[in-house]
């Protein structure tokens, strides 16, 4: 797996890929929201972390059930994330007989690229700490050959985007219900010593 420079903060998803692809139409659910915040290469495939614009949210003392009143109201920010794989699809133009039910290709007419969410992430932030709530893949990606590693760098990718101190994460998750905690100890996480709920890595 090929890793690459991070981009260019709040570089447009869709610019990215119309410059990997040149001259394509690029498909993709609200293609002016999304963010590019890494990008990587399986193989010869480029791979797309993207988030949506940070929004302001209301704190609230209990939001995240084991963590102090003073974190929670501190996670003030949150994103949402996915990693798009591109699926291209080439275009013709026919001409076609109908009266001999046959056809014939007369010209190319591009590329159309449509970006595929293999799995999606979210995450809360202050100043200095940050939830990583969840980062996993869909069913369809799961169980491939890398996976993990790919999982590894998309959640990566997130935390280099909180730019905090310190992240918390809870040590399960449904997705992923064997070797979950031998997973997070790759990433640098532990047993939090002070919420015993929780797993963090500074």
């Known amino acids: 797996m090929e890793r690459e420079p991070l981009p260019p903060r709040e570089s447009r998803l869709t610019e990215t890929v119309a410059r990997d ?19 990587f290469r399986r193989d010869n495939t480029p ?38 794989e591109p699926h291209t699809t080439h275009l013709f133009q026919m001409a076609w007989n109908t009266y001999s039910g046959e056809g014939r290709i007369i010209g190319g007419q591009g590329l159309r690229v449509h970006l595929q969410p293999l799995g999606q992430a979210q995450m809360w932030k202050g100043d200095t700490d940050g939830v990583i709530w969840e980062c996993y893949f869909h069913g369809t990606r799961r169980g491939g050959i890398n996976w993990q590693e790919e999982l590894a760098v998309f959640w990566q ?8 101190k310190r992240i918390f994460t809870q040590p399960h998750e449904p997705t992923c219900e064997k ?10 996480y532990a047993p939090s010593p002070d919420y015993e709920r929780w797993w963090s890595k500074k």
């Not at 990718?157 to 730019?163: F, K, P």
């Not at 070797?179 to 640098?188: A, C, I, N, P, Q």
């Open 21 to 39: 692809y040149p001259g394509s139409e690029i498909l993709v659910s609200f293609p002016d929201s999304w963010q590019l915040v890494h990008r």
């Open 47 to 84: 791979l797309y972390v993207a988030g949506f614009p940070p929004s302001d949210e209301q704190t609230r003392g209990d939001h995240f059930f084991g963590l102090p009143k003073e974190i929670n109201r501190s996670l003030s920010t949150y994103r949402h994330y996915k990693l798009f």
């Open 157 to 164: 990718a997130v935390e280099r985007d909180m730019g905090v």
């Open 179 to 188: 070797g979950y905690t031998d997973f997070l100890s790759r990433l640098g």
